[in-house]
Nanobody
């Protein structure tokens, strides 16, 4: 059974930075994507960023140029460096891992950006 352990959320002032981490265990099949989604109150879950094993990345339009996703394949860990944070980045951030057979989600970590 795949387990995703997220860390790094918290409260930060606008303009500040946070780094999220997510480590996957119990992976049996090859990983296609690792990434982050977020969901703010009253809004749909949206893509923040995702990365393939080969290092190709996709970013949501609202975070381009401010957030950077990276991964350590040997550790099955994905990171999200978030800079120049804005109040509208406030949300629960969910780690997502997609393998050839499974689509797994973490429990989420809260990120709150104060103005």
């Amino acid at each position: 059974q795949v387990q995703l352990v997220e860390s790094g959320g918290g409260l930060v002032q606008a303009g500040g930075s946070l780094r999220l981490s997510c480590t996957a265990s119990g992976i049996i099949f090859s990983i296609n994507f690792m990434g982050w989604y977020r969901q703010a109150p009253g809004k749909q879950r949206e893509l923040v960023a995702r990365i393939t094993t080969g290092g190709s990345t996709n970013y949501g339009d609202s975070v381009k140029g401010r957030f950077t996703i990276s991964r350590d394949n040997a550790k099955n860990t994905v990171y999200l460096q978030m800079n120049s944070l804005k109040p509208e980045d406030t949300a629960v951030y969910y780690c997502n891992v997609v393998t050839s057979k499974q689509n797994s989600w973490g429990l989420g970590t809260q990120v709150t950006v104060s103005s």
